[in-house]
């Protein structure tokens, strides 16, 4: 009896402590999270970044033209559908220790030195990543799966029609002797069989001499 009170009680204070974790935090609090964390400054870097690139695939377009993509209004549309992702991701609560670990001087240097401190390890991670490539397919040279260009080898038929020449077909011209189509010699018409002669009359008997 007193198991199944307690087990009661734990889960009715699990529930509890599960949907006090799960309320959302009001957009008063994602946005003063935003104003600690200076998301219209980081919007305005990421706007001279992109009129850079674009100066760089549109150099015929003045590059003032791009500075002012992301303005005023632009950085408070772009804060205004950021607040329901962190609403998403984020309860009240989290977004309350958020706001103190920012607002502390801990936060405030985070804040400071996270963009270059990201910007250099991004240097030394493409810089790790060329070395180990190399490093890679120098080794798959040494085994033979590439060749010296860093290529996978041809195969044997291709290999060979590579070093041979390519040779062209020869045709043979073949004269055709000029076909001339006679027209078929007309058929003589059948004369009608001539009437058969009339047997020669019988040859009368001579007469009897007289005596």
């Known amino acids: 009896m007193h198991s199944r009170i307690r087990l009661g009680v734990l889960s009715w204070l699990l529930v509890f402590c599960g949907a006090a974790a799960a309320v959302a935090p009001s957009e008063q609090q994602v946005r003063d999270l935003f104003k600690v964390m200076r998301v ?17 695939e549109l150099p015929c377009v003045p590059t003032e033209y ?66 180990r490539t190399r490093t890679m397919l120098q080794e798959l040279q040494k085994k033979g799966s590439l060749d010296a260009l860093g290529r996978c080898p041809a195969a044997p038929e291709a290999a060979e029609s590579e070093t041979k020449p390519a040779t062209r077909s020869v045709k043979k011209h073949v004269r055709h002797k000029p076909v001339h189509h006679h027209k078929p010699a007309a058929k003589p018409k059948s004369r009608p069989a001539a009437a058969p002669a009339p047997a020669p009359a019988p040859a009368k008997s001579a007469a009897p001499a007289r005596p």
């Open 40 to 56: 219209e400054q980081t919007l305005g870097q990421m706007n001279t970044q992109m009129a850079a690139q674009m100066r760089q």
């Open 66 to 131: 791009w500075q002012g993509f992301v303005d005023g209004d632009g950085a408070t549309a772009v804060a205004q559908r950021m607040v329901p992702v962190f609403q998403r991701h984020f309860s009240g609560e989290e977004i309350e220790g958020l706001l103190k670990f920012y607002r502390s001087p801990l936060g405030q240097k985070v804040l400071t030195e996270m963009p270059a401190a990201m910007a250099e390890a991004t240097q030394v991670g493409q810089q790790w990543g060329q070395e």
